[in-house]
């Protein structure tokens, strides 16, 4: 009974030392989608923000040279490839967090069993434990009983 309390009790060890491992990816796969998350928001901010000056510009009654018009083109071109590139991250960022929640989810439900069938050995020792206890009473009972007669 020792050596599978000791076997019970190493293995509930390890997988509580991987479910902590797990719970820190998690963690770290979350906090890497919440900053692409926030770079993008900054991206999008900045077209915004020069979306904004190019039509202060370009508004009714306002020369403009074709120069210019072409430098914000290609201004904008650049940051709509920037925000889809940043898209693409987050996508890859949220399935990563995925896996790591479903690898997390496994260990969790894995520990609950050892801890279940931790739990479950320890009443059948007890169990055990008791009814030695109450032979033992009962022998003593018996003994006492026949010396008294």
Request: charged residues 35%; proline residues 0%; contains cysteine.
């Amino acid at each position: 009974m020792k050596k599978f309390k000791f076997q019970l009790e190493t293995l509930l060890r390890v997988t509580k030392r991987k479910k902590d491992e797990a719970e820190l990816k998690f963690a770290e796969a979350s906090r890497y989608l919440e900053e692409c998350r926030a770079k993008l928001q900054v991206l999008l901010g900045e077209l915004a923000e020069v979306q904004a000056e190019f039509a202060e510009k370009t508004s009714e009654g306002k020369k403009v040279r074709i120069g210019i018009i072409m430098n914000y083109n290609r201004f904008f071109n650049w940051k709509r490839e920037q925000i889809e590139q940043q898209q693409q991250v987050i996508m890859k960022a949220m399935q990563d967090k995925q896996q790591k929640l479903k690898a997390l989810m496994q260990i969790m439900t894995y520990l609950k069993s050892i801890e279940q069938l931790k739990e479950k050995r320890l009443r059948e020792y007890n169990a055990a434990v008791l009814f030695e206890e109450q032979k033992i009473l009962d022998e003593v009972g018996l003994q006492l009983h026949i010396r008294q007669k």
